[in-house]
T-cell receptor, first 115, second 118 residues
Framework: SQTIHQWPATLVQPVGSPLSLECTVE??????LYWYRQAAGRGLQLLFY??????ISSEVPQNLSASRPQDRQFILSSKKLLLSDSGFYLC??????????????FGQGTRLTVV | AQKITQTQPGMFVQEKEAVTLDCTYD???????LFWYKQPSSGEMIFLIY??????QNATEGRYSLNFQKARKSANLVISASQLGDSAMYFC???????????????FGKGITLSVRP
């Protein structure tokens, strides 16, 4: 069966510090991978998605970047965190090429507080 | 333009009663999918139900049903016989078929908070 792991669960970081959040998927190959951020009152905002190794698309220009060094690994990074980067970050995956009827499977999320 | 609209304020329902959570969407794509997710206070996203744009019948999954009105572009979630464990935030989401690149991108609404009273 497929599982998705996301860590850490919580993180408190000072302004200006770097960030690295990691997400891995098991039990599948060549998944579509996504990073979402959830801020209060704004639902889930898609940040990045990836359809393959090294292929990253950004939805919203911001202080963050993403990388996919391996097929089932997706990393969200920042060189210098801002207060506005605080939020709940969710990684998700979807099987490739399954049309509109396949739901996304989410990790447990990382609650990031920038202080 | 906003693709998914959830405008209800926090919703309250008495235990064992039914409740409807509203969702309207905007797309010009004839092929799309609509989803509802539940997010309890733990933060995990739990998939509840799916409705395809070409489906003739409204989707049902246990106590969850989707009231799909295609002409009105609405996809309301109905929860029957509410339970205390239904207290959570609920998100409506849509996937359009012709989106290039990540063909399974999900666009979410802002969510609705549901509180079930004993």
């Amino acid at each position: 069966s497929q599982t998705i792991h996301q860590w850490p669960a919580t993180l408190v970081q000072p302004v200006g510090s770097p960030l690295s959040l990691e997400c891995t998927v098991e039990g599948t190959s060549n998944p579509n991978l996504y990073w979402y951020r959830q801020a209060a009152g704004r639902g889930l905002q898609l940040l990045f998605y990836s359809v393959g190794i090294g292929q990253i698309s950004s939805e919203v220009p911001q202080n963050l970047s993403a990388s996919r060094p391996q097929d089932r690994q997706f990393i969200l990074s920042s060189k210098k965190l801002l207060l506005s980067d605080s939020g709940f970050y969710l990684c998700a995956w979807v099987p490739q090429g399954r049309g509109t009827g396949t739901e996304a499977f989410f990790g447990q999320g990382t609650r990031l507080t920038v202080v | 333009a906003q693709k998914i609209t959830q405008t209800q304020p926090g919703m309250f329902v008495q235990e064992k009663e039914a409740v409807t959570l509203d969702c309207t969407y905007d797309t010009s794509d004839p092929s799309y999918g609509l989803f509802w997710y539940k997010q309890p206070s733990s933060g995990e996203m739990i998939f509840l139900i799916y409705q395809g744009s070409y489906d003739q019948q409204n989707a049902t999954e246990g106590r969850y049903s989707l009231n799909f009105q295609k002409a009105r572009k609405s996809a309301n979630l109905v929860i029957s016989a509410s339970q205390l464990g239904d207290s959570a935030m609920y998100f409506c989401a849509m996937r359009e078929a012709t989106y290039t690149g990540a063909n399974s991108k999900l666009t979410f609404g802002k969510g609705i908070t549901l509180s079930v009273r004993p």
